[in-house]
């Protein structure tokens, strides 16, 4: 019988080993490279600054649509799709490397006035729920709800990498010319027979053809500092903002949608901001210091739809890009996805 680590490493050889190169080293980028090197391929990862550093280090790990009535059946099956996966990796990521993602199926308790729309999406879909209010509010619990920590899953995703001998270029922007050559950070002519372009935000650096369907869409959290006398039972959701519990004890809450291009300068009106909505949900918070302010810039893409295509005229180049609100979410299948392209 195979060890449990050699296991992780070989699942299915294919036929034909590829050089494969992936321009950007964020969840995208990193579980892409997982699977294709398990298929037996040459994977390396060209990161422009250091792995996880772009939107995916900056979420908060909700592996659900916020308002899910509000996505179409596209983005909704991408994201049930990659339960499954999570689960098992964060087993791995336990069990080899010892790392904890916080994998928690938390539920979600979503507040609305109207609970119609929801309710009959989440009947449509099978989904277990209840409707008990939270405090004064109409509420709806969705039960099959799970959150990670997006840091913890960064750190996990690199050591896998590291066992499985992927190689890792940190720091070194690729650039692309018009004959859709790549270089690295030297100018060196990057060789390979596949480049998989998983560069969030920044594709339409990378391609200007994409410029207006990818785009960067700002999105700040806050972080309250540990206390014992707010327990989360349920992630929360309220017009817009919502509040989930990290393992440690301290309370994370979001998020802004902003176009504001990759302005990463945060005012204490942003602040401010932030506090009054997450506050409106539980007014105990506003005793509470806030210890982090962050933002991230998401992949933007129209109706959260992210675009994993082969291009029409370069037959080795691909997209895995634009995963928006939900890229966390929506990698494993969208890895899965790409892979079934070759
Ligand atoms: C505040 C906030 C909250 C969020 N909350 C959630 C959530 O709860 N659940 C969820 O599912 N999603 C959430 N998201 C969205 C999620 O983080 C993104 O959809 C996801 O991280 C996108 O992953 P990616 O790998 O495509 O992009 P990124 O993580 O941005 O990775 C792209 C990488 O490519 C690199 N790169 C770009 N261009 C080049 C180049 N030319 N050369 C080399 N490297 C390059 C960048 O440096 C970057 O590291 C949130 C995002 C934000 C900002």
Known sequence: ????????????????????????????????????????????????????????????????????????????????????????????????????????????????????????????????????????????????????????????????????????????????????????????????DKFILASGAWTQELDNDLRDKIFPVRGQLIEYKKTNYIQLEHILYKDGFYLLQRKNGTLIAGSTLENVGFDDNLTDQDLRFLKKNAEKIIPELSELEVINHWCGFRPGSKDNIPTIVQDKKIKEKFYNVGHYRYGISMAPASVSKLISLF
């Open 1 to 192: 019988m195979l060890k449990k680590s050699n296991y992780l490493k070989f699942s299915l050889k294919m036929a034909t080993n590829f050089k494969i190169n992936i321009i950007g080293g964020g969840v995208i980028g990193c579980i892409q490279a997982i699977e294709l090197k398990k298929l037996g391929h040459d994977v390396a990862i060209y990161e422009k600054n250091t792995i996880g550093s772009g939107s995916s280090m900056c979420g908060a790990g909700i592996l659900f649509p916020l308002l899910p009535n509000n996505y179409s059946t596209e983005v909704f099956d991408l994201i049930n799709k990659s339960k499954k996966y999570y689960s098992e990796l964060s087993e791995i990521l336990n069990s080899q490397f010892d790392i904890d993602i916080e994998y928690l199926r938390s539920g979600m308790t979503v507040i609305l006035d109207d609970l119609r729309d929801i309710e009959l999406w989440l009947r449509e879909n099978k989904l277990s729920f209840s409707t008990e209010k939270f405090r004064s509010f109409n509420a709806i619990t969705i039960d099959d709800v799970y959150q990670i920590n997006p840091k913890k899953l960064i750190q996990g995703l690199q050591k896998y990498l590291d066992y499985l001998g992927v190689e890792i270029l940190e720091n070194n922007f690729i650039s692309t010319d018009l004959k859709n050559n790549f270089f690295d950070i030297n100018g060196r002519k990057i060789s390979g």
